[in-house]
């Protein structure tokens, strides 16, 4: 599938040695499924269980409906080359690869995957990578690590460990994540990526959830990081277009198409100029309502 066709609305991340876990989560709507071999499996003795326990339902074709990315361990953890090659496999979409720090990282991690591709007689390019911009250095370098690899196909936020990173502080109003999630935002849109918002480690409090999505779409960003399933319809409702957007983005191209067949530069809607940006927006809007649609049909 093309960068430009897939919708990650939600990526839900989901412990990769819990067994319970993992069949609930293939009833779940979520967009996307990041199985768990990092930070939420410990001690160190369940990755191998995580490793194994992913494979094992991944073959059973159940998860088949969702994207599917494995969040493995990162270059100097030592755990890396067994997590890549157990898990490659063509029930995988690709991989979440964590603390990315510099664009180095990126292109070492797309070059260890085309040795396993080889290797497994696979085309080359088979995975993705959706790099975890998790610390102050790859907040500064999110451009270079887009652009390190043609495999990139999303940057996400991971606020916990950039502001312990920081040494500053996660406040309730997130001031300290505002300048990063600008960043990162940016970054991915200027490399043709999809920006992936952080987690909203506050799972029950759903109206604090619904303030930071408000933030992160007018930010740029296209989807966010799931802990908890309850968040999900509300992550859903605020990342699909509204039937009013829908509306409104059709009626604008129906008088602009009219503008331009009368040859007629200047457009007025609700009394403000329509200029070919906000076309371009409206066009945008009907294509994202359309293949969410189609995504959900196909469920």
Avoid: W
């Avoid at 040695?17 to 009833?27: C, F, Q, V």
């Avoid at 390019?125 to 451009?143: C, D, H, K, N, Y």
């Avoid at 490399?191 to 759903?206: F, Y």
Wanted: charged share 30%.
């Amino acid at each position: 599938m093309r960068r430009s066709d897939l919708i990650l609305r939600s990526m839900m991340f989901v412990p990769g040695h819990n067994e319970r876990l993992m069949s609930k989560s293939a009833e779940s709507e979520a967009d996307a499924l990041i199985f768990d071999i990092e930070d939420s499996v410990v001690p160190a003795s369940n990755k191998q269980v995580a490793r194994d326990l992913i494979r094992q339902k991944l073959e059973t074709g159940i998860f088949d409906r969702f994207e599917v990315f494995c969040r493995i361990n990162d270059r100097e953890s030592g755990h890396l080359l067994k997590d890549v090659s157990t898990l490659a496999i063509g029930a995988v979409n690709g991989f979440v690869y964590p603390k990315a720090r510099a664009g180095e990282d990126i292109y070492f991690f797309d070059k260890l995957l085309e040795t396993i591709e080889y290797e497994k007689g696979l085309p080359v390019g088979t995975f993705s990578i959706v790099p975890l911009i998790e610390t102050t250095a790859a907040v500064l370098a999110a451009r270079d690590i887009c652009l390190a690899s043609g495999r990139v196909l999303a940057i996400a936020y991971g606020c916990e460990d950039f502001v312990s990173d920081l040494e500053g502080i996660h406040d309730k109003e997130g001031q300290s994540l505002f300048t990063p999630r600008a960043m990162i935002a940016m970054a991915a849109r200027a490399s043709g990526v999809i920006p992936i918002d952080t987690v909203h480690v506050n799972v029950h409090d759903l109206e604090d959830l619904e303030e930071n999505i408000r933030l992160a779409r007018r930010l740029g960003f296209e989807g966010m990081l799931v802990l908890h399933p309850k968040e999900l319809e509300i992550v859903h409702k605020h990342f699909t277009p509204t039937k009013e957007e829908v509306d409104e983005a059709t009626e604008m191209l129906r008088l602009a198409e009219e503008a331009g067949k009368q040859d007629k530069g200047v457009v007025i809607m609700n009394g403000r100029f329509v200029g070919p940006p906000m076309v371009l927006a409206a066009q945008q809007i009907i294509r994202r309502a359309m293949l969410i649609e189609r995504k959900l049909s196909d469920r």
